[in-house]
């Protein structure tokens, strides 16, 4: 168990700051530099999605990372040394839009070079963030956390992309690398000034190793870390359920405004709004779960993960309503369907968060790291399959059944589906919680005792 003291609701907003400098580069770049490569540039659209496509795919290295940071028993540097590669790779992902404008190969493999880099950046700061947090987050405090670090991040998103829209507006080259090498500045002295002696000189391990006077753990094998934390039931099933959720939350993304614009005709501006009721319910859902783990109210609304389960099933039953929206058209109460749907995701997602937090650190913390890293990476294969899937699959129903009604349908039970077999993954990560209840509870007889530790 960790000697160092638990972080109160300051040390919290200190990383939800950092995890809004975070947030601040990526919105520019797959929001900002989008529009930019389309409308300014008349590039194809395909050419954006495979750059924050493959930002994605970089993200399968975050077990890697989340490793790293368990070895070196410290997050800090992580975090740090990932947002200054993020920063840099914000700037050149600018600077590659610009080359663009001027020699089109050039551009694209600098911006190949660039996403890269924010790939890595996000893994190894993101990746140790939440792993500190797992560690130093009382349990009865992460929910609560949890939201209040990802509401921090959702308000650093609309800070820099209103800031970044009015600076940029009258838009020319010049201007887009200076405010983009300014933002980039910015994120890593504040987040320098946010993480200085936030995490302190040592690590709970190494403390506890000084206590108990036993030599700290000797250096382990990446592989064998990974296939030792693979070859946990609980991990193993939790992976799957982060899939899934998210590859059902990712998909619907990218189609619920074209599907509002197509079959209730709605305008733009007016599926614009739909997306921000969407996105108001995600926060109230988020809320609703942090109100839920928080002090004396704790466990009296659910636990966490009856939450998580919840959540996902009736984020199943706001898509079948989808479903009926697609086949019945404008009849259908959407926006109240939408605003369901939203309040789900919400409530499922940080309860997911907050049980990621726990598990990361179940058993001790010396894998916490390789866990959470495990995690990320299926979150991050998942949303980069979502973007790509969600459209493709929509293009094709509507391709092979002629009626995009009926393909909306399709689109949609797929989420439904989705969320539906991650709610039974959901409980089967429950289950594994109860057999080490019961585990804990085993009475031992005077004079037979048993290791029943490598059972489970």
């Not at 700061?125 to 405090?141: I, Y």
Request: proline share 4%; with cysteine.
């Amino acid at each position: 168990m960790s000697t160092l003291p638990m972080f109160g609701w300051l040390h919290i907003a200190r990383l939800g700051l950092v995890q809004a400098c975070m947030g601040a580069v990526v919105v520019v770049t797959t929001s900002t530099l989008n529009r930019i490569m389309v409308v300014e540039l008349a590039l194809p659209a395909m050419l954006p999605g495979f750059l924050v496509g493959f930002h994605y795919l970089v993200q399968m290295v975050r077990p890697r990372m989340g490793f790293g940071a368990d070895q070196g028993r410290r997050c800090t540097p992580w975090m740090m040394g990932g947002m200054f590669v993020l920063a840099l790779g914000g700037f050149l992902a600018s600077l590659a839009t610009v080359w663009m404008g001027q020699e089109l190969s050039h551009g694209i493999a600098l911006a190949i070079l660039a996403f890269t880099l924010i790939g890595f950046g996000v893994s190894a700061c993101g990746t140790s963030l939440l792993v500190l947090m797992s560690k130093r987050v009382a349990e009865a405090r992460r929910a609560p956390a949890a939201t209040a670090v990802w509401m921090t991040m959702i308000f650093g998103f609309a800070v820099t992309a209103i800031s970044v829209g009015k600076l940029l507006d009258p838009y020319s080259p010049e201007r887009l690398l200076e405010i983009s090498a300014c933002l980039s500045l910015f994120v890593v002295v504040l987040s320098f000034v946010c993480l200085w002696n936030l995490e302190g000189q040592g690590s709970s391990s190494e403390l506890v190793s000084d206590l108990q006077e036993v030599p700290p753990p000797p250096k382990q094998n990446f592989k064998i870390t990974l296939k030792m934390v693979w070859s946990d039931q609980q991990a193993k099933a939790f992976t799957v359920f982060v899939f899934l959720s998210m590859l059902a939350y990712s998909s619907q993304d990218l189609i619920l405004e074209p599907f509002a614009g197509a079959l209730f005709s709605l305008t733009p501006g007016e599926t614009t709004q739909l997306s921000g009721l969407h996105h108001s319910a995600v926060l109230c859902g988020m809320l609703a779960v942090a109100l839920a783990g928080s002090g004396r109210v704790a466990g009296r609304l659910g636990s966490i993960q009856s939450w998580m389960v919840g959540g996902c099933w009736v984020s199943g039953l706001a898509m079948l309503g989808l479903c009926s929206a697609a086949a019945f058209g404008p009849p259908w109460p959407l926006k109240p369907n939408v605003f369901l749907l939203g309040v789900a995701n919400g409530a499922f997602s940080i309860a997911a968060i907050a049980t990621m937090m726990r598990l990361a650190t179940s058993g001790g913390d010396q894998y916490a790291g390789t866990r959470m890293g495990l995690w990320g990476a299926s979150q991050a294969i998942a949303f980069g399959l979502g973007g790509l899937l969600g459209t493709a699959a929509s293009d094709l129903a509507r391709f092979v059944l002629g009626e995009q009604g009926t393909a909306y349908a399709c689109v949609f039970a797929f989420e439904a589906a989705m969320f539906v077999l991650a709610a039974a993954c959901a409980i089967w990560v429950g289950r594994y919680d109860r057999k080490g209840t019961e585990l804990r509870h085993i009475p031992l007889v005077v004079g037979h005792r048993k290791d029943l530790s490598h059972e489970y």
